[in-house]
């Protein structure tokens, strides 16, 4: 993991706080190693004795909001292939609405919630604004972080480059 990445983790965990995470692909492609980035992004970040689960890891976002509810501080949790569910096309829709409100309401229990999905132009734009920050990954192994803010004055996020990082496949069994 990069230095800024790893740094502005820190930071948060000293001051209490959740993170929460976009990866996305560049070219919209599937197979490009999303899904491995956050299983060792969430490795990296759990802070709670049993680690990942496959229980923090979930393909729906309803399971995902009852493992936010569920799993103590510090705990790392996976939403793949978050485009199924929380699509811009259903930006009004009951579940979008429990995860804007999960991650605007969530800091105060300091979880570290990772979602995946092939490009950010599937995700709901309110949710988007909601992310500390946004990996676009560039090819299997490589990737580019970015930091996510927002322009009040237009009313759109903002994402600034931060720092390119690579990772590896999956060595750890428990992992895979």
Known sequence: MGSWLEAFYQKRVKQDRDVTILITDDSNERGTGKTTLALKLASFMDRTQEGITSGKTTLSATRLEEAYKEYPKGSSLILDE????????RASSGINKAIRDLISMGRVLEKYTIFTAPASGVIDNDLKSLFDLWILVQRRGKAIVHYCDYNPYKGHPLFKKKEPIEWTDIQDNDLQ
């Open 82 to 89: 978050t485009e199924a569910e929380l699509s811009k096309y």
